[in-house]
Protein backbone atom coordinates (compact mmCIF):
# COMPACT_ATOMS: atom_id res chain seq x y z
CA UNK A 1 0.00 0.00 0.00
CA UNK A 2 2.51 2.51 1.07
CA UNK A 3 4.57 1.79 -2.88
CA UNK A 4 1.37 2.45 -4.13
CA UNK A 5 1.18 5.68 -2.66
CA UNK A 6 4.54 6.39 -3.52
CA UNK A 7 3.86 5.89 -7.23
CA UNK A 8 0.76 8.14 -7.12
CA UNK A 9 3.00 10.67 -5.41
CA UNK A 10 5.46 10.22 -8.81
CA UNK A 11 2.51 10.65 -10.63
CA UNK A 12 1.14 13.96 -9.09
CA UNK A 13 4.80 15.17 -9.88
CA UNK A 14 4.66 14.24 -13.39
CA UNK A 15 1.53 16.38 -13.66
CA UNK A 16 2.49 19.16 -11.81
CA UNK A 17 5.57 18.99 -14.50
CA UNK A 18 3.76 19.09 -17.27
CA UNK A 19 0.83 21.66 -16.21
CA UNK A 20 4.46 24.00 -15.56
CA UNK A 21 5.30 23.41 -18.81
CA UNK A 22 2.13 24.70 -20.25
CA UNK A 23 0.71 27.36 -17.84
CA UNK A 24 3.58 29.63 -16.64
CA UNK A 25 1.14 30.60 -13.19
CA UNK A 26 1.65 27.41 -11.57
CA UNK A 27 4.09 27.42 -9.03
CA UNK A 28 5.83 24.22 -9.03
CA UNK A 29 7.56 24.09 -5.63
CA UNK A 30 4.24 24.81 -3.96
CA UNK A 31 2.50 21.77 -6.04
CA UNK A 32 4.87 19.62 -5.12
CA UNK A 33 4.79 20.95 -1.25
CA UNK A 34 0.97 19.72 -1.04
CA UNK A 35 1.66 16.70 -2.70
CA UNK A 36 4.61 15.63 -0.47
CA UNK A 37 2.41 16.63 2.71
CA UNK A 38 -1.16 14.58 1.13
CA UNK A 39 1.30 11.96 0.59
CA UNK A 40 2.96 11.80 3.81
CA UNK A 41 -0.52 12.21 5.79
CA UNK A 42 -1.49 9.33 3.55
CA UNK A 43 1.40 7.03 5.06
CA UNK A 44 0.59 7.62 8.33
CA UNK A 45 -2.77 6.88 7.73
CA UNK A 46 -2.07 3.55 6.36
CA UNK A 47 1.07 2.52 8.77
CA UNK A 48 -1.76 3.20 11.66
CA UNK A 49 -4.40 0.95 10.06
CA UNK A 50 -1.65 -1.25 9.55
CA UNK A 51 -0.78 -1.15 13.56
CA UNK A 52 -4.31 -1.72 14.66
CA UNK A 53 -4.64 -4.43 12.22
CA UNK A 54 -1.11 -6.29 13.52
CA UNK A 55 -3.00 -6.28 17.00
CA UNK A 56 -5.79 -7.91 15.74
CA UNK A 57 -3.63 -10.43 13.89
CA UNK A 58 -1.41 -11.21 16.62
CA UNK A 59 -4.44 -12.02 19.72
CA UNK A 60 -7.15 -13.37 16.45
CA UNK A 61 -5.81 -17.28 16.62
CA UNK A 62 -4.91 -18.12 20.27
CA UNK A 63 -7.24 -15.09 22.56
CA UNK A 64 -4.51 -13.76 25.38
CA UNK A 65 -5.62 -13.97 29.14
CA UNK A 66 -4.52 -10.14 29.05
CA UNK A 67 -7.25 -7.49 28.65
CA UNK A 68 -5.59 -5.52 25.54
CA UNK A 69 -5.68 -2.19 24.12
CA UNK A 70 -4.06 -0.39 21.04
CA UNK A 71 -2.34 2.56 21.73
CA UNK A 72 -5.03 4.42 20.07
CA UNK A 73 -7.76 3.12 22.33
CA UNK A 74 -5.59 3.84 25.82
CA UNK A 75 -5.91 7.51 24.64
CA UNK A 76 -9.57 7.59 23.21
CA UNK A 77 -9.10 8.18 19.53
CA UNK A 78 -9.35 4.36 17.93
CA UNK A 79 -11.47 4.58 15.10
CA UNK A 80 -12.10 8.51 15.31
CA UNK A 81 -9.70 11.27 15.74
CA UNK A 82 -9.11 14.00 18.41
CA UNK A 83 -11.42 16.60 17.39
CA UNK A 84 -10.70 20.27 17.45
CA UNK A 85 -13.53 21.92 16.03
CA UNK A 86 -14.90 25.32 17.26
CA UNK A 87 -17.85 25.04 19.52
CA UNK A 88 -20.84 25.53 18.08
CA UNK A 89 -22.96 28.98 18.32
CA UNK A 90 -26.89 28.66 19.96
CA UNK A 91 -27.53 30.84 17.20
CA UNK A 92 -26.26 28.84 14.42
CA UNK A 93 -28.99 26.36 14.51
CA UNK A 94 -32.56 25.88 15.65
CA UNK A 95 -33.20 24.76 19.74
CA UNK A 96 -34.58 21.05 20.11
CA UNK A 97 -38.28 21.18 21.71
CA UNK A 98 -37.30 20.12 25.12
CA UNK A 99 -40.78 19.29 25.55
CA UNK A 100 -40.51 16.37 23.23
CA UNK A 101 -37.07 15.42 24.94
CA UNK A 102 -36.94 11.24 25.63
CA UNK A 103 -34.76 10.00 28.18
CA UNK A 104 -32.78 7.57 28.93
CA UNK A 105 -32.20 6.98 32.52
CA UNK A 106 -29.49 5.08 34.00
CA UNK A 107 -30.23 2.98 36.54
CA UNK A 108 -27.42 3.53 39.60
CA UNK A 109 -25.45 0.68 40.64
CA UNK A 110 -23.96 -0.54 43.96
CA UNK A 111 -20.42 -0.18 43.58
CA UNK A 112 -17.53 -2.37 46.36
CA UNK A 113 -16.24 0.40 48.00
CA UNK A 114 -15.21 1.51 51.35
CA UNK A 115 -13.85 5.61 52.15
CA UNK A 116 -10.59 3.39 53.15
CA UNK A 117 -9.50 1.94 49.97
CA UNK A 118 -7.25 4.44 48.99
CA UNK A 119 -5.49 4.03 51.93
CA UNK A 120 -5.75 0.60 51.89
CA UNK A 121 -4.19 0.73 48.35
CA UNK A 122 -1.50 2.54 48.95
CA UNK A 123 -0.38 -0.11 51.88
CA UNK A 124 -0.62 -2.92 49.49
CA UNK A 125 1.68 -0.74 47.02
CA UNK A 126 4.18 0.07 49.07
CA UNK A 127 4.87 -3.08 51.14
CA UNK A 128 8.33 -2.78 51.95
CA UNK A 129 10.53 -6.15 51.42
CA UNK A 130 10.87 -7.47 55.05
CA UNK A 131 7.20 -7.93 54.78
CA UNK A 132 7.08 -10.16 52.35
CA UNK A 133 9.59 -12.96 53.00
CA UNK A 134 7.03 -15.76 52.38
CA UNK A 135 3.62 -15.85 51.28
CA UNK A 136 2.40 -16.28 55.07
CA UNK A 137 4.37 -13.64 56.29
CA UNK A 138 3.05 -11.11 53.45
CA UNK A 139 -0.74 -12.10 54.48
CA UNK A 140 -0.30 -11.89 57.89
CA UNK A 141 1.22 -7.56 56.83
CA UNK A 142 -1.30 -7.05 54.84
CA UNK A 143 -4.44 -8.29 56.98
CA UNK A 144 -3.17 -5.52 59.77
CA UNK A 145 -5.17 -2.49 58.42
CA UNK A 146 -8.54 -4.60 57.49
CA UNK A 147 -11.33 -4.02 59.18
CA UNK A 148 -13.38 -6.69 57.29
CA UNK A 149 -14.01 -9.12 54.66
CA UNK A 150 -14.16 -7.06 52.24
CA UNK A 151 -11.38 -5.06 52.89
CA UNK A 152 -9.15 -7.84 53.52
CA UNK A 153 -9.25 -8.80 49.60
CA UNK A 154 -8.95 -5.89 48.86
CA UNK A 155 -5.62 -5.94 50.09
CA UNK A 156 -4.92 -8.97 48.75
CA UNK A 157 -6.00 -7.95 44.63
CA UNK A 158 -3.95 -4.68 45.12
CA UNK A 159 -1.08 -5.91 46.22
CA UNK A 160 -1.30 -9.31 43.22
CA UNK A 161 -2.30 -6.61 40.70
CA UNK A 162 0.68 -4.14 41.72
CA UNK A 163 3.33 -6.45 42.47
CA UNK A 164 2.99 -9.19 40.07
CA UNK A 165 3.62 -8.44 36.03
CA UNK A 166 2.66 -9.99 32.84
CA UNK A 167 4.73 -13.22 31.67
CA UNK A 168 5.22 -11.69 28.09
CA UNK A 169 8.19 -13.73 27.73
CA UNK A 170 6.01 -16.83 28.44
CA UNK A 171 3.48 -15.70 25.99
CA UNK A 172 5.32 -14.70 23.42
CA UNK A 173 7.62 -18.26 23.33
CA UNK A 174 5.43 -20.41 24.75
CA UNK A 175 7.62 -21.05 27.69
CA UNK A 176 5.77 -19.79 30.70
CA UNK A 177 6.93 -19.08 34.11
CA UNK A 178 5.91 -21.73 37.24
CA UNK A 179 1.85 -20.59 37.79
CA UNK A 180 1.82 -22.30 40.84
CA UNK A 181 1.34 -19.68 43.93
CA UNK A 182 5.02 -19.86 45.13
CA UNK A 183 5.89 -20.12 41.84
CA UNK A 184 4.19 -16.68 40.74
CA UNK A 185 5.14 -15.28 44.49
CA UNK A 186 8.89 -16.39 43.77
CA UNK A 187 9.16 -14.73 40.09
CA UNK A 188 6.32 -12.19 40.37
CA UNK A 189 5.31 -13.21 36.83
CA UNK A 190 2.53 -15.09 35.62
CA UNK A 191 -0.23 -15.77 33.33
CA UNK A 192 -3.66 -15.23 34.50
CA UNK A 193 -3.93 -19.03 35.96
CA UNK A 194 -0.84 -18.02 37.84
CA UNK A 195 -2.48 -14.68 39.08
CA UNK A 196 -5.73 -16.21 40.39
CA UNK A 197 -3.94 -19.26 42.02
CA UNK A 198 -2.31 -16.75 43.93
CA UNK A 199 -5.28 -14.85 44.87
CA UNK A 200 -6.95 -18.11 45.81
CA UNK A 201 -4.34 -19.20 48.57
CA UNK A 202 -3.68 -15.98 49.65
CA UNK A 203 -7.30 -15.32 50.36
CA UNK A 204 -7.99 -18.52 51.98
CA UNK A 205 -4.84 -17.95 54.38
CA UNK A 206 -6.98 -14.47 55.28
CA UNK A 207 -9.86 -16.57 56.47
CA UNK A 208 -11.54 -16.73 53.16
CA UNK A 209 -13.55 -18.57 51.06
CA UNK A 210 -12.52 -18.38 47.42
CA UNK A 211 -11.53 -20.41 44.19
CA UNK A 212 -10.22 -20.67 40.43
CA UNK A 213 -12.53 -19.56 38.23
CA UNK A 214 -11.71 -21.40 34.57
CA UNK A 215 -13.56 -19.99 31.34
CA UNK A 216 -13.75 -18.03 27.86
CA UNK A 217 -13.22 -14.39 27.59
CA UNK A 218 -12.81 -11.74 25.29
CA UNK A 219 -9.96 -9.13 25.04
CA UNK A 220 -9.58 -6.69 22.98
CA UNK A 221 -8.44 -8.99 20.05
CA UNK A 222 -11.47 -10.47 19.96
CA UNK A 223 -13.64 -10.50 16.82
CA UNK A 224 -17.42 -9.93 17.25
CA UNK A 225 -19.27 -13.19 16.82
CA UNK A 226 -16.16 -15.45 17.10
CA UNK A 227 -16.59 -18.73 19.07
CA UNK A 228 -14.35 -20.55 21.60
CA UNK A 229 -12.65 -23.78 20.94
CA UNK A 230 -11.23 -23.80 24.28
CA UNK A 231 -11.21 -22.17 27.35
CA UNK A 232 -9.02 -19.71 27.72
CA UNK A 233 -8.53 -17.30 31.12
CA UNK A 234 -8.50 -18.02 34.46
CA UNK A 235 -10.24 -15.11 37.33
CA UNK A 236 -11.79 -15.61 40.65
CA UNK A 237 -14.66 -15.65 43.20
CA UNK A 238 -14.38 -14.92 46.62
CA UNK A 239 -17.13 -15.05 49.46
CA UNK A 240 -17.15 -12.02 51.42
CA UNK A 241 -19.77 -11.52 54.13
CA UNK A 242 -21.79 -14.65 53.23
CA UNK A 243 -21.87 -13.19 48.96
CA UNK A 244 -20.04 -14.50 46.35
CA UNK A 245 -18.45 -12.01 44.06
CA UNK A 246 -16.13 -11.92 41.25
CA UNK A 247 -12.58 -10.59 40.91
CA UNK A 248 -10.04 -10.62 37.37
CA UNK A 249 -6.71 -9.75 39.14
CA UNK A 250 -4.88 -10.33 36.02
CA UNK A 251 -6.82 -7.35 34.42
CA UNK A 252 -6.99 -5.79 37.17
CA UNK A 253 -3.03 -5.15 36.61
CA UNK A 254 -2.93 -3.72 33.29
CA UNK A 255 -2.98 -4.31 29.48
CA UNK A 256 -1.01 -5.29 26.49
CA UNK A 257 -0.58 -4.38 23.19
CA UNK A 258 1.43 -5.42 19.86
CA UNK A 259 4.63 -4.76 19.10
CA UNK A 260 6.67 -6.12 16.28
CA UNK A 261 4.30 -8.89 16.47
CA UNK A 262 5.10 -9.67 19.81
CA UNK A 263 2.98 -9.02 23.29
CA UNK A 264 4.00 -6.20 25.98
CA UNK A 265 2.30 -5.79 28.71
CA UNK A 266 1.76 -2.38 30.29
CA UNK A 267 1.18 -2.87 34.14
CA UNK A 268 -1.13 -0.03 35.10
CA UNK A 269 -4.06 -0.86 38.06
CA UNK A 270 -7.56 -0.98 37.40
CA UNK A 271 -10.28 -1.88 40.19
CA UNK A 272 -13.41 -2.16 37.90
CA UNK A 273 -12.24 -5.80 38.08
CA UNK A 274 -12.33 -5.88 41.75
CA UNK A 275 -15.87 -7.29 43.10
CA UNK A 276 -17.23 -6.95 39.00
CA UNK A 277 -20.81 -6.96 39.13
CA UNK A 278 -22.04 -10.49 37.36
CA UNK A 279 -24.11 -8.77 34.62
CA UNK A 280 -21.66 -6.99 33.62
CA UNK A 281 -18.54 -9.58 34.34
CA UNK A 282 -20.42 -12.31 31.77
CA UNK A 283 -20.22 -9.63 28.73
CA UNK A 284 -16.58 -10.32 28.42
CA UNK A 285 -16.35 -13.34 30.87
CA UNK A 286 -18.20 -17.08 30.55
CA UNK A 287 -17.24 -19.46 33.43
CA UNK A 288 -16.82 -23.19 32.46
CA UNK A 289 -19.40 -23.87 35.28
CA UNK A 290 -22.24 -21.82 35.04
CA UNK A 291 -22.98 -21.68 38.70
CA UNK A 292 -20.29 -19.12 38.65
CA UNK A 293 -22.01 -17.22 36.70
CA UNK A 294 -23.04 -15.98 39.63
CA UNK A 295 -26.61 -14.40 37.53
CA UNK A 296 -29.71 -15.24 36.91
CA UNK A 297 -30.89 -16.24 34.47
CA UNK A 298 -27.67 -17.96 33.55
CA UNK A 299 -26.18 -17.82 29.96
CA UNK A 300 -25.28 -20.29 27.28
CA UNK A 301 -22.09 -20.02 25.34
CA UNK A 302 -23.72 -19.91 22.28
CA UNK A 303 -25.50 -16.57 23.92
CA UNK A 304 -22.10 -15.51 25.18
CA UNK A 305 -20.73 -15.91 21.72
CA UNK A 306 -23.16 -13.78 19.96
CA UNK A 307 -23.92 -11.20 22.81
CA UNK A 308 -22.14 -7.79 21.14
CA UNK A 309 -18.90 -6.55 22.09
CA UNK A 310 -18.22 -4.21 24.82
CA UNK A 311 -15.50 -2.70 26.42
CA UNK A 312 -15.37 -2.24 30.46
CA UNK A 313 -15.29 1.21 29.37
CA UNK A 314 -18.64 1.69 29.12
CA UNK A 315 -19.64 0.15 33.04
CA UNK A 316 -16.96 2.19 34.23
CA UNK A 317 -18.71 5.57 33.26
CA UNK A 318 -21.51 4.22 34.85
CA UNK A 319 -24.16 2.12 32.35
CA UNK A 320 -25.66 -0.75 34.16
CA UNK A 321 -25.19 -4.55 33.55
CA UNK A 322 -28.04 -5.52 35.00
CA UNK A 323 -29.76 -2.68 33.04
CA UNK A 324 -28.93 -3.61 29.35
CA UNK A 325 -28.79 -7.77 29.90
CA UNK A 326 -31.84 -8.44 29.80
CA UNK A 327 -32.24 -6.11 26.89
CA UNK A 328 -29.01 -7.51 24.68
CA UNK A 329 -30.40 -11.08 25.29
CA UNK A 330 -34.05 -10.66 24.52
CA UNK A 331 -32.67 -8.64 21.19
CA UNK A 332 -33.81 -5.54 22.22
CA UNK A 333 -30.17 -4.76 21.83
CA UNK A 334 -27.96 -5.79 19.03
CA UNK A 335 -24.84 -2.86 19.58
CA UNK A 336 -23.69 -1.04 22.52
CA UNK A 337 -21.66 2.39 21.93
CA UNK A 338 -17.83 2.30 21.19
CA UNK A 339 -16.49 3.81 24.85
CA UNK A 340 -12.84 4.80 24.73
CA UNK A 341 -10.74 6.20 27.10
CA UNK A 342 -10.07 9.74 28.01
CA UNK A 343 -8.16 11.58 30.62
CA UNK A 344 -10.72 12.72 33.12
CA UNK A 345 -14.01 11.48 34.44
CA UNK A 346 -17.47 11.30 33.50
CA UNK A 347 -20.47 9.40 34.32
CA UNK A 348 -23.68 9.09 32.84
CA UNK A 349 -26.83 9.52 34.00
CA UNK A 350 -29.26 9.88 31.37
CA UNK A 351 -27.89 8.54 27.89
CA UNK A 352 -28.70 5.63 25.73
CA UNK A 353 -28.05 1.68 26.29
CA UNK A 354 -28.21 0.98 22.81
CA UNK A 355 -25.32 2.11 20.01
CA UNK A 356 -28.13 2.98 17.44
CA UNK A 357 -30.24 6.01 18.10
CA UNK A 358 -33.15 6.72 16.09
CA UNK A 359 -32.93 9.69 13.71
CA UNK A 360 -35.04 13.00 14.36
CA UNK A 361 -35.54 11.80 18.39
CA UNK A 362 -35.29 14.92 20.50
CA UNK A 363 -32.92 13.13 23.41
CA UNK A 364 -32.07 14.91 26.86
CA UNK A 365 -28.62 14.01 28.06
CA UNK A 366 -27.26 14.25 31.37
CA UNK A 367 -23.74 13.15 33.26
CA UNK A 368 -20.96 13.93 35.79
CA UNK A 369 -17.94 14.98 35.08
CA UNK A 370 -14.58 15.26 37.08
CA UNK A 371 -12.44 18.48 38.35
CA UNK A 372 -11.65 20.33 35.07
CA UNK A 373 -13.91 17.97 32.86
CA UNK A 374 -16.65 19.58 30.15
CA UNK A 375 -18.67 17.41 28.62
CA UNK A 376 -19.61 18.18 24.99
CA UNK A 377 -21.05 16.44 22.26
CA UNK A 378 -21.45 16.19 18.35
CA UNK A 379 -23.78 15.86 16.30
CA UNK A 380 -24.09 16.48 12.86
CA UNK A 381 -20.88 16.78 12.42
CA UNK A 382 -20.94 20.13 15.07
CA UNK A 383 -19.80 19.81 19.33
CA UNK A 384 -21.66 22.06 21.46
CA UNK A 385 -20.82 21.70 25.36
CA UNK A 386 -23.45 20.62 27.37
CA UNK A 387 -24.84 23.15 30.20
CA UNK A 388 -24.11 23.34 34.00
CA UNK A 389 -27.43 22.54 36.06
CA UNK A 390 -25.90 22.31 39.76
CA UNK A 391 -24.17 19.50 39.92
CA UNK A 392 -24.44 17.77 36.52
CA UNK A 393 -24.47 19.04 33.27
CA UNK A 394 -27.21 18.61 30.41
CA UNK A 395 -28.44 19.07 26.77
CA UNK A 396 -30.71 18.43 24.74
CA UNK A 397 -30.20 17.31 21.21
CA UNK A 398 -32.14 16.35 17.86
CA UNK A 399 -30.29 13.61 16.71
CA UNK A 400 -29.38 13.72 12.54
CA UNK A 401 -28.31 10.40 10.59
CA UNK A 402 -24.57 9.54 11.06
CA UNK A 403 -22.28 9.71 14.04
CA UNK A 404 -23.47 10.68 17.53
CA UNK A 405 -20.42 11.32 19.96
CA UNK A 406 -20.59 12.20 24.03
CA UNK A 407 -17.03 13.86 23.90
CA UNK A 408 -15.25 15.97 26.54
CA UNK A 409 -12.63 18.77 26.60
CA UNK A 410 -10.13 20.16 29.61
CA UNK A 411 -10.64 24.10 28.58
CA UNK A 412 -8.93 24.08 25.60
CA UNK A 413 -9.60 23.65 21.75
CA UNK A 414 -9.09 19.60 21.68
CA UNK A 415 -12.20 17.69 22.33
CA UNK A 416 -12.05 13.92 23.28
CA UNK A 417 -14.76 11.16 22.11
CA UNK A 418 -15.64 9.13 25.46
CA UNK A 419 -18.86 7.34 23.83
CA UNK A 420 -19.84 6.64 19.83
CA UNK A 421 -23.17 6.11 18.54
CA UNK A 422 -24.71 5.04 15.16
CA UNK A 423 -27.86 7.51 14.20
CA UNK A 424 -30.24 5.91 12.03
Not at 195 to 224: D, N, Q
Not at 315 to 334: E, R, W, Y
Request: aromatic share 12%; net charge negative; glycine share 8%.
Amino acid sequence: MKKLLRLIFIAVIAGVTYKYLTDKDIKVIDMFSKAKEWVTSMVEKVEKVEKVEEVKEIYSSGMPDLDIKTEDEEHGTYGNQRSHYPEVSAASYSAPDASEAVEYPVADKRLPGSSKFPELDKYAMETPSEADASIEALVGWLMKPASGELEKVRLIFTWIATHVSYDDNGFNTGNYADTSPEGVFRNRVSVCQGYSELFTAMCRLAGLEAVTVIGYAKGIGYRPGSGFSDTNHAWNAARIDGEWRLFDVTWGSGYGRGVNGRLVSVQEFNDYWFSVNPDECVFSHLPGDDAWQLNHPKITRYQFESMPYVSALYFKMGFNGSQCLPAVLDGTIDVLPEAYSISGNIKVLSMPYSGRIPAGQTIKLRVKAGEGVSPAYENDGHISNMTLEGNEYTAFVKTVPGEFKLMVTYGGGSYETALEYLVQ
